[in-house]
Nanobody, 124 residues
Framework: QVQLVESGGGLEQPGGSLRLSCALS????????MAWFRQTLGKEREFVAA????????SYADSAQGRFTISRDNAKNTVSLHMNDLKPDDTAVYFC?????????????????WGQGTQVTVSS
């Protein structure tokens, strides 16, 4: 059974930084493309960043480009999202997701396994 567990959310001031992490159970982490999405109340889940199996292909939403960095450590079965220069609009529940496909996408429907989410709040 494949499961994802997220951690690292919390409260930060605008301009601050926060690092989210997600651990995938099992020993075949390298077979999954991974992504981060976020969702606020009343809105659809929004793509943030994605990374392929060997970290050769990385994609970011426009809102994340230049501020967020997605990375993975296949030896530890983890994927991380380092968020820099946080803004109030970054406030959301952040979800990590895994896809059986070797090609990462920005579409929610292409990911089969989801974490429970971790709350990020950016406020002064």
């Amino acid at each position: 059974q494949v499961q994802l567990v997220e951690s690292g959310g919390g409260l930060e001031q605008p301009g601050g930084s926060l690092r989210l992490s997600c651990a995938l159970s099992g020993r075949m982490f390298s077979l999954f493309s991974m992504a981060w999405f976020r969702q606020t109340l009343g809105k659809e889940r929004e793509f943030v960043a994605a990374i392929d199996q060997n970290a050769a292909k990385i994609s970011y939403a426009d809102s994340a480009q230049g501020r967020f960095t997605i990375s993975r450590d296949n030896a530890k079965n983890t994927v991380s999202l380092h968020m820099n220069d946080l803004k109030p609009d970054d406030t959301a529940v952040y979800f990590c997701a895994a896809s059986y496909s070797p090609i990462p996408t920005r579409y929610e429907s292409t990911y089969q396994v989801w974490g429970q989410g971790t709350q990020v709040t950016v406020s002064s």
